[in-house]
């Protein structure tokens, strides 16, 4: 397996568009992509057409751990690539971090 990720915390530098088009030229080779949405904002789990039910599981609930990764993973339209989407909860990532001991330190 291999690991490819687009971060940066400053915005319209492209990323979700880098990632989205990456991943679909790599699943058209017949590569096994999951694509990992961790931006609130969601832009590539609705560029690849998926949208989180309120009681389906999405990257917040797989890093709280109250579901099992394979849960919040779920197929795309596309053959070959998968999407562990964000929704607006994961907003809430930033609180759980910080009671984590995980936030930033002031």
Same mark, same amino acid.
């Given at each position: 397996?291999?690991?490819?990720?687009?971060?940066?915390?400053?915005?319209?530098q492209?990323?979700t568009t880098?990632?989205?088009f990456?991943?679909?030229?790599l699943?058209?080779q017949?590569?096994?992509i999951?694509? *990992? +949405?961790?931006?609130?904002q969601?832009?590539? $789990?609705? @560029?690849?057409?998926?949208?989180?039910?309120?009681?389906?599981?999405? %990257?917040?609930?797989?890093?709280?751990?109250? *579901? +099992?990764?394979?849960?919040?993973?779920?197929? $795309?339209? @596309?053959?070959?690539?998968?999407?562990?989407p964000?929704?607006?909860s %994961?907003l809430?990532?930033?609180?759980?971090?910080?009671?984590?001991?995980l936030?930033h330190?002031?």
């Amino acid at each position: 397996m291999k690991t490819c990720s687009a971060i940066s915390l400053s915005g319209g530098q492209g990323k979700t568009t880098t990632v989205f088009f990456t991943a679909l030229l790599l699943a058209s080779q017949g590569k096994k992509i999951l694509s *990992v +949405d961790a931006d609130p904002q969601a832009n590539l $789990t609705f @560029y690849l057409g998926h949208e989180v039910k309120p009681d389906e599981p999405s %990257l917040f609930e797989v890093l709280t751990k109250q *579901v +099992d990764v394979e849960d919040g993973i779920y197929e $795309t339209e @596309y053959d070959n690539l998968f999407i562990m989407p964000a929704d607006r909860s %994961l907003l809430r990532s930033v609180i759980f971090s910080a009671a984590a001991g995980l936030g930033h330190s002031s």
